[in-house]
């Protein structure tokens, strides 16, 4: 019993390491996505 409980809560600790990750993944595109866009010679190359 004990060593399923240990399990559960890997298991969990993972899940919410990974979701922080991809959380911090999209917040890092969105904000490039941004300089791009803001950027001149980031919407000439987006353009192509």
């Not at 969105?30 to 866009?37: D, E, W």
């Amino acid at each position: 019993m004990i060593k399923l409980i240990i399990i559960l809560i890997q298991f969990f600790g993972i899940l919410f390491l990974i979701s922080i990750a991809l959380s911090l993944i999209a917040a890092f595109f969105s904000i490039i996505l941004k300089l791009f866009t803001s950027l001149p010679i980031g919407s000439i190359t987006a353009a192509k």
